[in-house]
């Protein structure tokens, strides 16, 4: 089955960085494009990052473009999500999930498979 296992999340002073991963088994990894989204409390789920099967295309959203950058190695089914320069605003849960398709890979609607969570929590 499907399974996807976020990790790296912690406690981190404004300005620092993290680097999560998720690594991904029961699909063929490499055929798959994949998200991460976070959601803070009393928030909605938002898309933060995508990349293509292949890794060639990446995609963000504004409020993360030029701090954070999405990767994959296909080779250990595991996608990656290097945050620097983290804000206060950046803490949430954050989620890889698996895309299904769709014409929006910034909707959480064009996912089918979420990791667990891992929470990133950054300190004024």
């Known amino acids: 089955q499907v399974q996807l296992v976020d990790a790296g999340g912690g406690l981190v002073q404004a300005g620092g960085s993290l680097r999560l991963s998720c690594a991904a088994s029961?699909?063929?990894?490499?055929?798959?494009?994949m998200g991460w989204f976070r959601q803070a409390p009393g928030k909605e789920r938002e898309f933060v990052a995508g990349?293509?099967?292949?890794?060639?295309?990446?995609f963000y959203a504004d409020s993360v473009k030029g701090r954070f950058t999405i990767s994959r190695d296909n080779a250990k089914n595991t996608v990656y999500l290097q945050m620097n320069s983290l804000k206060p605003e950046d803490t949430a849960i954050y989620y890889c999930?698996?895309?299904?398709?769709?014409?929006?890979?910034?909707?959480?609607?064009?996912?089918?498979?979420w990791g667990q969570g891992t929470q990133v929590t950054v300190s004024s």
């Open positions: 990349i293509s099967a292949s890794g060639g295309i990446t």
């Open positions: 029961g699909f063929t990894f490499s055929s798959n494009n």
């Open positions: 999930a698996k895309a299904v398709g769709g014409p929006n890979l910034r909707s959480v609607s064009a996912y089918n498979y």
